[in-house]
């Protein structure tokens, strides 16, 4: 499994959970109107230093492939933005919306999303960092910001192609020579 299909499974499965559009930081272009939650991958792959499972796959007809797993880890930060506006159903307090939107995802990862099962194998998620207030300025305004951390772990893999050698030292490759 890579990082990149970890940080989807994660992101689709947290936008469905909370309602609101879950986006990579910095990229709020144009701007998006809130609620939202932006995330950024702190360190998308921290090395236990373990030497990893070596196997080779395949046949002789489709060929073969080497894969190497390890353990891992990534931390993910997200934080859920925003802002008191005026709507048809009301006045709405930005700090109040982005609280809850945050408290509801640190909620999801301690519940719902504690072990993901994909079919590129498991997420799980090791450790939830505290809710904390994020909040910013912008330009006249206060962007209200909360957010949290999230440490996950997965199994790494990595494939190549390869070839096997059936009998070493003999060319021909049968039994007998």
């Known amino acids: 499994m890579t990082f990149q299909e970890v940080r989807d499974t994660i992101v689709k499965r947290l936008e469905a959970h909370i309602g609101c559009p879950v986006i990579l930081s910095e990229q709020i272009a144009p701007k998006e109107e809130?609620?939202?939650?932006?995330?950024?991958?702190?360190?998308p792959r921290i090395s236990t230093h373990a030497f990893g499972l070596r196997e080779v796959l395949g046949d002789d007809k489709e060929g073969y492939t080497l894969r190497r797993t390890e353990p891992v880890y990534a931390t993910m930060s997200f934080t859920f933005c925003s802002e008191n506006r005026e709507t048809l159903d009301g006045y709405i307090y930005g700090e109040d919306e982005a609280l809850a939107l945050a408290e509801k995802a640190h909620g999801f990862f301690l519940l719902d999303a504690h072990c993901i099962s994909t079919d590129a194998g498991d997420?799980?998620?090791n450790n939830v960092g505290d809710v904390a207030n994020r909040?910013?300025?912008?330009?006249?305004?206060?962007?209200?910001?909360?957010?949290?951390?999230?440490?996950?772990?997965?199994?790494?893999?990595?494939?190549?192609p390869t070839t096997t050698v059936l009998y070493p030292g003999n060319p021909q490759g049968n039994a007998h020579s």
Do not use: H, K, N
């Not at 300025?137 to 190549?160: A, K, P």
């Open 34 to 43: 809130p609620p939202y939650c932006y995330y950024s991958a702190l360190a």
């Open 135 to 160: 909040s910013g300025f912008f330009v006249e305004d206060t962007i209200r910001r909360f957010g949290f951390d999230v440490r996950i772990s997965y199994i790494r893999s990595d494939e190549m």
């Open 123 to 125: 997420i799980v998620v």
